[in-house]
């Protein structure tokens, strides 16, 4: 297990965060993983603390790969193979895009280069499919974030939000057809309408905790969501809730859930075991490796908690 301290955080970042997961693979023969937990280097957190354990020392790769993700590519080993990765991370108590003004688009012509194939149709994003709907329902709104606000608002009254009802398959396309799906499927329909109107829409996956906003479910797992580039500055839209969140820790991003898997697996292995955390907790109560204890948790309230300054 390999322990990391970084540079505190800024005084702006007040409130703290323990974020983490736990996946256990069993090897029936040869098998490895790529592996994206950690979060990815953000101006919205900082990482104070962070574990990371690869099984009994398994042998491991890292790697950054074309969208700036942080992958490890790791040999499994015969049997029972845990991953666990538990962080201290420090985040705004504003919500999202609070400090960002509405930007214009830019046209494909005065786009970066890098951002161009986030304009274009992928695996999950099949946006070619939906050029004709797009424009029926969007078409009269003006261009830019009124537009993309348009979208989600209407993905999020539009799609029924059902747990457990992802499939690897959907494309958003599927997800349209059928009007459910769970958080990933809201991310691959928002990407693909806002690409039918070139503007660049990347899908993005980390965790999201409950603060100032409760979660009756109370599930804790990976979210996904959608940014796009407006002007000079990528913004967060998600339509799975459709108001603007507090505490996003990114992990990982792509044009679509192939970027952003948590893992992905090579050869015979099968995910046995799966828990994921993201909650609020008190300024320097919780330490990385200590037992989860969801008594010292401050979020799944309408309150939102602050720590004290330094």
Known sequence: MVFNEVTLPSPTFDVTLRVGCSLS??????????LQPKPTPNRNHAVVFEAFALGHNLPAERFTDSHGNQIHRVLLAPGTNTIRHDAIVAVSS????????????????????????YTLPSRYCDSDKLTNFAWQKFGQVPHGWPRAQAISQWVHDNIEYRYGSGHSELSACDVLARGHGVCRD????????????????????????????PDPENHMDFHAYAEI???????????????????????????????????TIFGGAALTHFQVWAYQVPRGTVGVGDAL?????LDNQWTIWTDPMR
């Open 186 to 213: 809201f991310a691959h329909l928002v990407i693909a309408l806002n690409r039918t109107f070139n503007v660049p829409a990347r899908y993005v996956t980390g965790h999201l905790p409950d603060i100032g906003f």
């Open 293 to 297: 204890d969801f008594s010292k948790r």
């Open 229 to 263: 580039y407006l002007g000079g500055h990528w913004f967060t839209t998600d339509a799975r809730f459709h108001v603007p969140r507090i505490g996003r820790v990114k992990v990982s991003c792509g044009q679509d859930a192939v970027d952003g898997a948590f893992s």
């Open 25 to 34: 693979y069993h090897v029936s023969g040869q098998a490895w993983l790529l």
């Open 94 to 117: 504003q919500p999202d895009n609070h400090d960002l003004p509405p930007s214009a688009p830019l046209s494909p012509g005065d786009l970066p280069p890098s951002l161009l194939r």
